[in-house]
């Protein structure tokens, strides 16, 4: 019973710097179901404009695979090991993975950190293209702004939006 659970959440690898790309490609070679968030940018050289798909995640890549196929990707080139919350393998559900998604395939550029934040009020974004995405506000502005961060992997996803099109969700402990 713990394989299947284990088979119907995606589980995260982590890869060696600036190899997402690469083992996300080798891993669609080898069969093995994997997203790499990204998110495609207009980048300014000296000479150019290119649009280029900039990764979300340094270096993670998400993978679906069997409980007893986990042990080929300690054979795979770039990839490091399984990213852990403790001694437990980390395990995104599919919502979360498509809620990721979502964030990537919008406008506005996602802005990925590795840190940990104070948790403040939940809130819920009730309308736009994150709609039902639940974040905790870390940055109230002054022109009714909200800077709302979405938490996912020990990483955060920052988005700027009205005050407006936010509820606060209330904890059962506050009532």
């Not at 979360?96 to 964030?103: A, C, G, L, P, S």
């Not at 990537?104 to 009730?126: A, H, M, N």
Request: aromatic share 8%.
């Amino acid at each position: 019973m713990k394989q299947n659970t284990e088979t119907n959440n995606w589980l995260v690898v982590r890869t060696r710097p600036n190899a997402e790309k690469k083992v996300s490609q080798r891993l669609t070679e080898a069969q093995v179901e994997n997203y790499l968030p990204l998110q495609r940018q207009l980048r300014q050289w000296s000479d150019r404009k290119k649009w280029v798909d900039m990764v979300v995640f340094t270096s993670y890549v998400f993978v679906r695979l069997p409980y007893k196929d986990r042990h080929l990707m300690y054979n795979m080139s770039g990839i490091i090991d399984f990213v852990r919350i403790g001694k437990q393998l980390a395990r995104v559900s599919d919502k979360e993975i498509e809620r990721i998604k979502r964030f990537c395939s919008g406008e506005k550029i996602v802005s990925v950190q590795q840190s940990d934040f104070e948790r403040g009020t939940k809130v819920e974004i009730l309308e736009g293209h994150f709609a039902g995405i639940i974040g905790e506000v870390i940055e109230g502005k002054k022109n009714d702004k909200l800077r709302i961060h979405v938490f996912s992997l020990n990483s955060v996803m920052s988005v700027v939006i009205d005050k407006g099109i936010a509820k606060k969700i209330i904890d059962k402990h506050e009532q």
